[in-house]
């Protein structure tokens, strides 16, 4: 009994651990589904690899600035079609071994490789030549005769199909990362394992505890180890956001992760100094079935868009900071200009203009509209936006809606086979490019789900798509997106704000669209 | 033996039904390209007919006892992920069990014994707190005292010991509530009985007939009880796992079967039922024990 | 038993009960809720999905108006409020109001009627289905016995929430499916108790007698098994509607409880326990309510079993 209360007692006197001075440990939020570059898709997945690894290009801190990375300079042929890169003398594995442009050339057929099924492996196959053809068959001769070549040990040459604008931002994403052919052949699916992983990056895998902790340390084969000044980096994967803030108040977590505070709580946190906020790259949206009447007029559609009070909602519903959006790309996106759509400042006005448009499409005040189903999924935010909008729907137009809970797979289900009417949606881009959102909306898109379908969209999108010059391909892009708002497929609602909380210590650490942390750039007072 | 015939029951039943639930591991926000769907689906099987699909995993599970491999977690094999949720499921659930028994036990004993007296009401007022209050109100108040405004106690996560204290108490408080209850409702009916009162006439003392008589009997309630509730308390409580931040097998499987992670699902679901017939085979084997009456058939 | 004697067993009871001041209380306490629950969304001026965007998270009542709305970043209007004894009460909305606007007393009210029906129904049809399995196979016993239990062993193998996720996701949301769906796997234990009460009593002397006196199979587990395990039985039940009534919370608190907006206590407080260390009123009150029930439930439970217990006739 007293050995009991004596062990009882001690347990109390043990402090909790908190984190060290050149420790970065962040909040990871969900437990990795891979560590594999060229598999993985997910958030938590890349903020691990993007410490680990490092492709031709990489970013710095901001994440939109694109500079050289594993390669030291590339020239460009006068077509635009052929790029040169020249690697850095002297890059190593992080098990020592010479890094070289071959390692380059067979990562990049390692990734279009059917067997590794990579979710992006179009951004290959789509723009460099050959590649579609050794995906569908991979062999010597058609690896052959793909665009990716290694002159040499230090020359990566890369032959496009057509002028892509875009191929420098790839290059810095994780598809186009380099992995050890004789690892990843030696182990299969074990090969990400901490015993067996070789990377070459600025830190390498140490440790990974399923569902506990990932522990990454410095590699000092990075040719920049030198200027790399956090030693250690422990992520946990906390998936409720109150705990993760109370972590973070313990002294336990150096950043409380990616949006990571519960939203409820923005307001009141807005004021505490280690609170930050900064615009985000994720847009909130309600997608249209354009196949199902009285959502095929696109009179209808345009006034429930119109109807919406973004604002409302911003303030007095989800109140974390969001920006109300009439656009589809969040604004911030390089020099890119929102095309300006249909919804105005003036709520009065838009309102006005909706029960118009609601009576041309013969529905005078709301008569004689069936009932819509708005589908979420299992969400608290989404639950309260669906609430209020169908109140707005209710007092603004007259017209009744049924907000509709469904669960996960059932709700991608339901929103993939066109089975809806209106489904809650958000997108969230790859590289900061307005394309990577507008790309949702061409009529061959997999990702379009409301089975809109303009010509002159899809037309001006691929135009934009062979544009080199930046200036007017974001013209082209505004032109599509100025279609895409004014026939409403969908309602842009609201842009997410990044929110977390971040140890005044921490230096190096920009706020930027994803807030990736770039902990090579990080430092500790 | 019968359990086997159930475990392959229970298989089968879960199985089917997770076929039969809308969406698939790989339906997600962001759709695959069909050529990389083609290629998912041919390595996990999923372009065969349901019924082969069911023989190839069958086959691996009693030959290989491979449970295959996560459709989420790719790099991992649903073994190791099973194992390792156990691991944290379990430590929770022995501490949770020590404390429910400890507890429980006792608040029911002296109930029984000072049957409408002073200690019979506070234990059981108690009691009514731990079964009236939800489990996750209970563990924000365990909390919000013993984390937020005393900070003797980590908030969440078990990478350190004491993060065990609050879940194991928060689930211990939970189950000692009914086995107070239950402890205390059978005692009182042993205690009645007439066999008692014989025991009493002849004389013997009263600690004895305490001991010996009216415990073993009493207690039947409670070892029923135990069976379904030791399993619950090892297979992880969904709720306090994801409170607390135990990656147990209560959160993988719940996170599972919303993903329609088809192998990780059925991997836990074969843990929680062996577990589950192994308990049910130890409750019968001590039920009988304890009954000085039963008499087997 | 004769048929006076019976019925004297059960005044006997119903007197027993009566001096029980817990169970008396608790008594009216729930039918206080029901009362309420039926007739306060009618004479209430909101329903319980009106949202009012001027008047989200109004607490019931502040020390003062302006230092709440600076601590909280809520703006409450002063007409909603009376001053009295020193402290600032919402007249309009005497519960306060959650994060949508809505009056948070009616949303309350409204949400007694789906737990209580929830709560009840199931565990009705859970005791129904248990109390005649589990006499049935504890009196017949052997291989009808062996079969029943283990096909009660198979269906306890199964995780619940496994498959209600699951049910919930082939046959889509409907109140009908959660209660039922809740019922079904709670029987199981019941049938267990039980089995387990009527193989004890199987061979006591009384029973040998009824049989000796040629009493039918059904009557002696009507008449002299069943009563008999009402105890334990009862004890179960008053254990049985709370952890229904939780587990409709935990539903809710996983998102697969009712649907939006209707609410029951537990999706009440599911759904605030963000805002807990904010607007607490909004976990407390539900939360209150919800426990408040389950207590005066769990003391009737026991205010009935201490009535009924044969045992204990005449010591009183």
């Given amino acids: ?525 | 033996m019968a359990a086997l015939v159930t475990l392959f029951v229970i298989i089968t039943i879960s199985f089917f039904m997770m076929r039969l639930a809308p969406g698939g591991p790989f339906s997600k926000d962001r759709a695959y390209p069909a050529e990389v769907m083609k290629n998912i689906e041919a390595k996990y099987h999923l372009d065969k007919p349901v019924v082969v699909q069911y023989g190839i995993y069958l086959k691996r599970i009693l030959f290989e006892f491979d449970l295959g491999p996560s459709t989420r977690y790719g790099d991992r094999s649903v073994n190791e992920l099973v194992k390792s949720g156990f691991a944290f499921s379990l430590k929770v659930g022995l501490g949770a069990l020590f404390f429910s028994l400890l507890m429980g036990l006792v608040a029911g004993l002296l109930a029984a014994l000072n049957h409408n007296k002073i200690l019979d009401v506070i234990p059981m007022s108690f009691s009514m707190v731990g079964i009236s209050v939800p489990d996750f109100v209970l563990a924000y108040i365990l909390i919000l005292i013993f984390g937020v405004t005393l900070s003797w106690l980590p908030v969440a996560g078990v990478d350190q010991i004491q993060g065990y204290i609050l879940p194991c108490l928060t689930l211990g408080l939970i189950y000692a509530s009914s086995i107070s209850r239950l402890t205390r409702g059978g005692l009182l009916e042993i205690l009645g009985q007439d066999f008692i009162r014989t025991a009493k006439a002849k004389g013997l003392s009263s600690r004895r007939i305490l001991w010996v008589h009216s415990l073993k009997g009493g207690l039947l309630p409670v070892v029923s009880y135990l069976g379904p509730a030791v399993a619950g308390m090892f297979t992880g409580s969904l709720v306090v796992e994801n409170i607390f931040q135990i990656p147990g097998l209560g959160r993988f499987l719940i996170d599972s079967a919303i993903n329609r992670d088809y192998t990780l699902s059925m991997g836990c679901v074969i843990v929680f039922a062996v577990l589950i017939l192994i308990l049910n085979l130890v409750v019968d084997l001590v039920y009988g024990l304890l009954d000085p009456r039963v008499s087997y058939e | 038993m004769t048929e006076k004697a019976q019925r004297s067993l059960w005044q006997d009871a119903l007197k027993r009960l009566k001096k029980n001041k817990a169970a008396v209380f608790s008594i009216f306490f729930v039918m206080g809720i029901v009362l309420a629950a039926i007739i306060g969304p009618m004479v209430l001026p909101y329903t319980y999905d009106s949202q009012d965007f001027d008047r989200i998270n109004n607490p019931p009542f502040t020390s003062s108006i302006q230092k709440f709305s600076d601590e909280k970043f809520v703006d409450l209007i002063p007409e909603d409020y009376a001053l009295f004894a020193g402290v600032y009460w919402n007249t309009k909305h005497y519960l306060g109001t959650d994060d949508l606007g809505r009056d948070l007393l009616v949303r309350i009210l409204y949400g007694a009627r789906v737990s209580l029906a929830v709560g009840f129904l199931a565990a009705i049809v859970s005791l129904l289905i248990g109390v005649v399995y589990g006499s049935v196979a504890g009196y017949v016993g052997g291989r009808v016995d062996n079969i029943m239990m283990r096909i009660v062993d198979t269906l306890y193998s199964l995780p619940f929430m496994f498959f209600v996720i699951l049910l919930m996701a082939i046959a889509g949301r409907s109140f009908y499916l959660l209660f039922i769906a809740i019922g079904a796997v709670s029987w199981l234990t019941t049938a267990r108790i039980v089995r387990g009460q009527v193989i004890s009593l199987k061979n006591s002397e009384f029973i040998e007698a009824a049989h000796a006196s040629g009493t039918g199979h059904g009557e002696i587990i009507w008449r002299h098994l069943i009563p008999n395990t009402l105890g334990p039985i009862i004890v179960y039940f008053s254990l049985l509607v709370p952890r229904v009534m939780l587990e409709e919370a935990f539903l809710s608190f996983l998102g697969l409880g009712i649907q939006a907006p209707m609410s029951s206590w537990g999706s009440l407080v599911a759904d605030s326990r963000n805002f807990v260390t904010l607007y607490p009123w909004m976990v407390i009150f539900p939360g209150l309510a919800l426990t408040l029930t389950l207590f005066s439930l769990n003391f009737i439970g026991d205010g009935l079993r201490d009535a009924l217990d044969p045992k204990l006739k005449g010591k009183q």
């Fill in chain 1, 1 to 525: 009994m007293l050995i009991q209360v004596l062990a009882f007692a001690l347990v109390f006197a043990l402090p909790p651990m908190k984190s060290a001075k050149d420790e970065f440990v962040f909040n990871n939020k969900a437990e990795v589904e891979t560590l594999d570059p060229h598999v993985a898709t997910g958030t938590p997945d890349n903020n691990i690899i993007i410490q680990m690894f490092e492709g031709l290009m990489t970013r710095k801190a901001d994440w939109a600035t694109i500079t050289p990375g594993a390669a030291e300079s590339y020239k460009v042929s006068k077509d635009g079609l052929t790029f040169t890169f020249k690697l850095r003398p002297n890059l190593k594995w992080s098990d020592g071994s010479k890094l070289t442009a071959k390692d380059f050339e067979y990562s990049f057929h390692r990734a279009v490789d059917p067997q590794t099924i990579a979710q992006y492996a179009y951004w290959f196959t789509d723009t460099i030549v050959g590649m579609k053809e050794y995906a569908a068959k991979p062999s010597v001769a058609t690896q052959k005769a793909t665009g990716v070549k290694a002159i040499d040990d230090q020359t990566l040459q890369i032959k496009l199909k057509q002028p892509v604008p875009y191929l420098l931002q790839i290059l810095a994403e994780s598809l186009a990362f380099p992995v050890k052919k004789d690892v990843v052949e030696k182990f299969g699916s074990q090969w990400t394992r901490p015993a067996n992983i070789v990377s070459n990056g600025p830190f390498k895998l140490i440790e990974w505890k399923v569902a506990e902790k990932i522990v990454l340390e410095r590699d000092p084969h990075f040719y920049d180890s030198a200027n790399v000044k956090i030693k250690k980096i422990v992520a946990i994967p906390v998936v409720e956001r109150q705990t993760a803030v109370d972590l973070f108040k313990q002294g336990r977590l150096d950043w409380s992760g990616y949006n990571g505070a519960p939203n409820a709580m923005v307001p009141a946190f807005k004021s505490d100094p280690n609170f930050r906020m900064n615009p985000g790259f994720i847009t909130y949206l309600y997608r249209f079935n354009t196949t199902r009447p009285p959502l095929n007029d696109i009179r209808v559609r345009q006034a429930l868009s119109l109807a919406i009070n973004r604002s409302e909602i911003v303030e007095k519903v989800t109140r974390a900071g969001e920006i109300p959006a009439s656009a589809l790309v969040p604004s911030g996106v390089g020099t890119y200009k929102n095309a300006p759509g249909i919804v105005s400042a003036d709520t009065k006005a838009n309102i006005e203009r909706a029960k118009k448009l609601l009576a041309d499409a013969g529905f005078p005040g709301g008569k004689g509209l069936r009932k819509l189903t708005i589908h979420y999924n299992t969400d608290e935010n989404h639950k309260r936006v669906a609430l209020a909008i169908q109140n707005m729907w209710k007092r603004d137009l007259g017209i009744e809606v049924e907000p509709f809970n469904q669960e996960w797979k059932v709700y991608l289900k339901a929103q993939e086979s066109l089975d809806y009417d209106i489904s809650r949606s958000g997108w969230a881009g790859d590289y900061p490019d307005p394309a990577t959102f507008l790309e949702l909306f061409q009529s061959t898109s997999d990702n379009n789900m409301t089975g809109w379908k303009n010509k002159t969209y899809d037309e001006l999108f691929s135009e934009a798509n062979r544009t080199m010059d930046p200036n007017k391909r974001n013209d082209i892009l505004q032109k599509a997106e100025t279609i895409l708002l004014d026939e409403s497929p969908i309602a842009p609602i609201f842009f997410i704000t990044n929110f977390s909380f971040i140890r005044p210590e921490v230096q190096g650490f920009a706020p930027n669209l994803i807030d990736r942390p770039y902990v090579r750039y990080m430092s500790k007072k």
